[in-house]
T-cell receptor, first 116, second 110 residues
């Protein structure tokens, strides 16, 4: 089946650090990838939709300068949390759409980010 | 009111019991997804369906488009089925993003 790899799985760092999270589709090309954020015991919140070769589409309330998304190839999208602060601590998870943006989404295992 | 509502929010059962999780939605959709989120956070896509019924092992998903309702059933439940089950829809209108229910936390005791 389709596999999406997300790295790293756990990050602990100091306030002010920038953190990059990678999302790779290992065995298929993904023209569209999605980045989600999840707080404890809450549902997934879409942050942005990432399209290969074009600018990401951010959801309302998500700062594009804070959460930089790059989708440079059909198999890799990155999310960089710039100058992270404790309130950015959360679970970040990506997904990739295999056949079309409206098709099944395949999820990474997520990244747990803790900012001290 | 959320566009996607799941019930129950929490469910605890004994091993072997038949489990049903319900999902109702209020928008027109092109597809409905059932996802399973493990305690570690990873998410697995269980089903994507737009009509009728699908079965995979002990899992069965049904959808009634007219009633805007879907159910996920687990037969012969096992402690390893313990997870959060999330219903999500792909609306007809707007962008390709999914709209999520709040999830159902299932605990199966041995």
């Amino acid at each position: 089946g389709a596999v999406v790899s997300q790295h790293p799985s756990w990050v602990i760092c100091k306030s002010g650090t920038s953190v990059k999270i990678e999302c790779r589709s290992l065995d298929f090309q993904a023209t569209t990838m999605f980045w989600y954020r999840q707080f404890p015991k809450q549902s997934l919140m879409l942050m942005a939709t990432s399209n290969e070769g074009s600018k990401a589409t951010y959801e309302q309330g998500v700062e594009k300068d804070k959460f930089l998304i790059n989708h440079a190839s059909l198999t890799l999208s990155t999310l960089t949390v710039t100058s992270a602060h404790p309130e950015d601590s959360s679970f970040y998870i990506c997904s990739a759409a295999r056949d079309s943006p409206r098709g099944p989404q395949h999820f990474g295992d997520g990244t747990r980010l803790s900012i001290l | 009111k959320n566009e996607v509502e799941q019930s129950p929010q929490n469910l605890t059962a004994q091993e072997g019991e038949f489990i049903t999780i319900n999902c109702s939605y209020s928008v027109g959709i092109s597809a409905l997804h059932w996802l399973q989120q493990h305690p570690g956070g990873g998410i697995v896509s269980l089903f994507m369906l737009s009509s009728g019924k699908k079965k995979h092992g002990r899992l069965i998903a049904t959808i009634n488009i007219q009633e805007k309702h879907s159910s996920l059933h687990i037969t012969a439940s096992h402690p390893r089925d313990s997870a959060v089950y999330i219903c999500a829809v792909s609306p007809f209108e707007g962008a390709q993003k999914l709209v999520f229910g709040q999830g159902t936390r299932l605990t199966i005791n041995p």
